[in-house]
Each structure stands twice: as structure tokens, then as C-alpha cells.
């Protein structure tokens, strides 16, 4: 058994690929792009300027175990103040408990060799979502964590405790719930909120109108980092083809911009039947799939202080969901939430969301 440090791009592409391996018989896992997973590896994404991140994984004759990536953001430590390390892109075959302790203890290891005083593990935004806890037999939402239940033992047997709760909302639409977001909509008008699209065809300045905004308005969210426009673009001008312009939202009010949805649609509706097959090759199947899509995911929702307690976070969610739903939709997320964060956990509950997945994040200190 080794712990390994990877350096090259086979290895890379050989971590990316080890996914098919952990979930070959599960039916609800999604592949992930992998592409877009070696860029995180290799420092081809936009993090590079910011971020160091080292790849791992545990082998034996030949054979990987487990893997996991090992980041220290720079800009994240300054933000929040702290020297948090984060392990991320964690996959580990089941009964190999001693190999994937050494993997967690060794990428640990590494990031207290940089000055790290804890580790979070698989909670860092542009690399992964938390652990699900639940809902194992339910395929995830675009972007969602899953793994399978065994994983948490791993990350207790290496020394992590639970840290902090994560829940998923979803609706089911009905007439009622959509004459409800009508309602809504109109109670923007009389505080002076205007609601528009983002405009898709200079995509590239809405989404650097709206990287400044969400910085300010999670500014304060736990966990959450600073983006840089680059990396804002990677999720909204680098999905603008499967994007639907009448799902994203800015609220405007006095000359200024008051907030901003993002949601778009549940392309795991789409990548899950490919189970990892070529887009390119079998490209018939695929269109098919982004057509039958049903779900709409809210992923991104945030106010400015000024504009808050006046229900411009309900008017934007209403008029995405309303869209959602003049497409045909059935259902549609509310983002992720803290299990604390109450202020959003009411705005889901008036829109008529109920949890229905939940995530954990996990600590170990390494002073």
C-alpha cells in the first residue's frame, strides 16, 4: 500500500476516471466532466492564481484505493481570517478503511506542512459540495453532492468531526403555488423593485454584474468564498448553452442593482442516462434528454442589505420558478442551505419548498 503525490496528466486523467470504478453498480451516480475535474487537478482553472492544490491518492499493486485532492485558497484564508485547509474530490472503494486513513492522514499532512491549522473536508464552492446524508436512492441535482453512506465512517476513522448541516429544498409546482408567484412578483413593485432577465447576449457583463454582487452578499455566508469574475464565468457563460435566460433574474431599484437569482436547468436529468458516454457520439440521445428535462434548479439567490425585509428575495425566486414553470417544468431546488440560516430557510417554505436531501460538512483540527 502507497500514498501517492500525482504530478502528471495520465495520473490526473487516472484520478478523474476512478469515479466509474467506486459507483459501477450504483444506478444513481453522474459521472462527473471530466475534463473540467483534470483542469482542477492539473491548475488549469481559474484557482491557480489564488490557490494551491495538491493531488493524492492511496494504491496497491497498481490498483487506486481512494483519492483525494488536498487545497489551500489564499484568497478564502484572507477573507474569513483563518488558515482552513480543504480536502476535496474524496472517492474511496469500501473496505479499505487502513488505506483511505493514510490517504486523509498524508493530504493532512500536507496542508499543515502549509500552515493549515484545520482541514475541512469536501465543502469548498468551484470544487465540491458537502456529503449527502441521505437520499442515497434518488439520482442528485447538477452540481449536488452524493456518495455513498460508507464514506462517512472514512472521514471519522482519519479523525474529522461533523462541522456543520447542509439541507436541499424542492417544489412541486402547482397553480396554486404559481398564482402565488404572481403574487409575489406584484408586492415588488410597490418598494420600488423592477425584475429583469439577464440579457444572454452580453452574458459576459452579467456575470461580471453579478460576481460583485454575490460577493457582497455572501460576504458574510459561512464557508462561502470570494469569486473572481473568472470564475464566475465558468458557471454561468461556461454553461450559456444549456442555459435558459428566463430563469436568471437581477432586481433593480434606484439606479442600482438589488439582487440576482441564478438557476438553471437540472442537467443531471440529462448526463445521468449517458452514464458517462461520449456527448459527441452519441449527441441524438443527449438533445433528447435536455429536451425532456423537468427540473429547474434556484442555485444562486442574494439580496443587498439595503433591499432586504422588503420581499425582493421572494419576487426573483417567484419570477425564475414562474419561468420554470411556463417551460413545463414539474419541480424545481431551492439552493443549499445552512441548517442555521433561517432567514433563507423561510423564504423556501413561503415558495412552498420542503427538504428533501441533507449534506454535512466535516473538521479536524491539525494544530
Known sequence: MQVRALQTSDEFQRYADFGNEVYRQN????????HHLVRLLDGGAPYREHAQAQAFWVEENDRIL???TAVVDEKFNRHWQEQTGHLVLFEALPGHDEAVVALLRT??????????????FNFLIGWQMPLTIDAYEATPSFLHGFNPAY???CVKNAGFMAERGVVQYQVEFTPELARRYEQMVELARPAGVSLRTWDFERLEEEAALFTPLYNETFSRHWGAPQLTVQEMSELTVGLKDFLVPEFTVFAEADGQTAGGVFSLPD??????PLRGKSIEENFGEFQSALQSIDHGMLLVIGVKEPWRGRGVNLAMAARSYLAMIERGYRTGSYTVV?????????????????????????RRELA
Open 338 to 362: 445552512l441548517d442555521d440560516n433561517w432567514p433563507s430557510r423561510r423564504t423556501a417554505e413561503k415558495l412552498g419548498c420542503r427538504v428533501t436531501r441533507n449534506f454535512l460538512t466535516y
Open 27 to 34: 444506478p444513481h451516480w453522474v459521472p462527473p466532466d471530466t
Open 66 to 68: 481512494a483519492t483525494v
Open 267 to 272: 442537467l443531471n436529468q440529462a448526463f445521468h
Open 151 to 153: 464514506y462517512h465512517c
Open 107 to 120: 493530504a493532512c499532512e500536507w496542508l499543515r506542512e502549509r500552515q493549515s491549522a484545520a482541514a475541512r
